[in-house]
């Protein structure tokens, strides 16, 4: 009798010890990328083309159990199955340990990968789908592409893949941290549906977005993020304007420490905005926030963040906790953490393509599943795309956000599962 096969298997990393515990039907912790291509998927050879990408990253093949004291990923034989999108866009994919964390999809033109946040962040997750895209636009058009297609720009190394960089720069001898953030302002309305999100995209060009920001002596980010603070400011009641409006924007650490890791390694910071005497013009709020980046955004504070929160994990008492009773805790610290958020808006960034596949497509977008609002952005070319997910139902957030770049000059196509009854609401 042959002896039992032992199974590889990973810690969570810091940032992904959070979202099991805190997984629920209305936020399940997915996100999602696509790619719409120019003409319809042939779910043949996507299946081929994933078959390829997930040899490049077999640490995705993995499963989550739980143990006595923590979670962690286990290696799974299950491959990855190439399927019709049919159920709405981030749905729950972690519920038991019998599932990867993972799904590629498609739907006309759209390659569709969803994830779940423990498995990865959002650069992993682009990495991965870039590999699928490259490897199905590859086959797709071996005649123009010729005999040496062009291929993904990611390089690394399996072990680098693997890497948890949080391990690897927790300082723990630095006892520096952060100032914390004050409550903040709740958005109020009618939710949809558990299980439901309510998505509104914006595509524009990106020469735009960049000519709009360089005019008002601001980055894209810093733009955006000024322009959300603002279009939230204007949906308060007078009465909530003691609080401040308090977005969440996630960092992607990679760009301060040196990792080329395809597991979670971000980090967040607040921008924070007051409006208790008022909404004032965007030319006033720029500069606030633009200070607010210039201080938050340095390698010293992305430090002192990463070490308080690692510093929990490797206290020796929470190490022997039992997982029921850590469980509990995270709920309850994730749940205070909720209140010091009003909203989250992420700029994945460019995601770039080898030029001969261009062609064939037409834009990237990304959103997540959230229990609140969350603005997510990327590019590819000059197509931008601006794509809002929320629990709410009411459209009006970012309907005022996507009118204030219009009244910049920004030329915007509108796409969104509202019917027509709730956009014109």
Known sequence: MNPKTSKTWNRLDNAAKIFPPTSTR?????????????????????QKALDGAIREFPGFCCI??????????????????????????????YKNSK???????????????EVYHALTDGTGAIQFLKEVVCRYLALRHPDTLGGNPPVSDYDASFTQKMNDSFDQYYNKKNKQRNPGDPPAFQLRGLKTPEGILTVIEGLCSSREVLSAAKACGVTATVLLTSVLLRAIGLDMRVADRKKPVVL?????????????????????????????DGVPPLDD???LVKEQFTSRLTKEYLQNRLDGL???EHNPISRIVPLPIKDLAMKAAYHISERSATAALSNVGIIRIPEPLMPYIEFFDVFTSTPKLQLCVCSCGDRMTLCFSSAFASPDVPRRFFRMLTEMGISMTIITNLSAEEETA
């Open 64 to 93: 989550l159990k739980r143990g006595a004291f923590w979670y962690y990923l286990e290696e799974s034989p299950l491959r990855p199955k190439v399927c019709e999108e049919t159920e709405p866009p981030c749905s729950t994919l």
């Open 99 to 113: 599932k990867l964390l993972f799904q590629v999809m498609y739907f006309r033109q759209h390659i569709v990968l």
């Open 26 to 46: 209305r936020d399940p912790k997915v996100f999602r990328f696509s790619c719409r291509l120019t003409e319809e998927v042939d779910p043949d050879l996507l």
């Open 285 to 287: 709020i720029f500069p």
């Open 310 to 312: 690692a510093g929990l």
């Open 248 to 276: 969440t924007i996630p960092v992607n650490l990679r760009n301060y420490f040196d990792s080329q890791s395809a597991r979670n390694f971000f980090s967040l910071i607040p921008a924070v905005m007051e409006f208790r």
